[in-house]
């Protein structure tokens, strides 16, 4: 997932208590902003790989500013998010992209295009209130970073066990050869 700085995510956790005063307790409550890339299973061993795949592809990826800012009340998704802007969004379509085809297809689950959630599985009536009660959003960070995330059941939430920053340096080419 890629996930925002503290300043966003404390602006996040603003508006879904903003939006919990107004429509009662909604799916995704307490989750901490993020924007989903993937979702998987893994062995331990297929982790470790896994986790190698995601930190090369940060190697190579260059930090970017990021805006989202097309907040969408959905009747028909019973969702709240926010979807990027014109040029944030031709950005942020590639980068999930190229994660994407890095990351494999195996036991991985992807999500729609990236979009940033506020609240899921509302009722009819929690729509409505909802779209009263939130006023224009717009989040603008660094996309710099992407985070690994393991459900804690204890916490009934996930947490982040891992953080890749962007370093972008040249991307690593293959295998090394023993003979190079």
């Not at 009722?123 to 992407?146: D, H, P, R």
Request: proline share 3%; net charge neutral.
């Amino acid at each position: 997932m890629v996930h925002p700085g503290n300043e966003i995510i404390n602006e996040v956790k603003e508006i879904k208590n903003s939006l919990s005063h107004s429509i009662g307790w909604y799916s995704s409550r307490n989750a901490e902003v993020h924007i989903t890339l993937a979702e998987f299973d893994a062995d331990p061993n297929e982790f470790i790989l896994r986790l190698l795949r995601v930190k090369n592809f940060c190697y190579a990826q260059k930090t970017r500013n990021v805006k989202f800012d097309n907040l969408v009340i959905s009747d028909l998704n019973n969702m709240v998010f926010l979807l990027p802007n014109s040029e944030s969004k031709i950005y942020m379509k590639g980068f999930v992209s190229k994660f994407r085809k890095m990351f494999g297809f195996d036991h991985v689950t992807y999500g729609s295009s990236a979009h940033i959630s506020i609240g899921k599985h509302l009722q009819t009536a929690q729509i409505l209130l909802a779209k009263q009660a939130i006023g224009e959003v717009s989040l603008n960070f660094n996309c710099e970073k992407i985070a690994v995330r393991k459900f804690d059941p204890f916490a009934n939430q996930f947490t982040v066990i891992y953080e890749f920053y962007f370093l972008g340096e040249q991307p690593l080419e293959g295998q090394l050869s023993l003979f190079e």
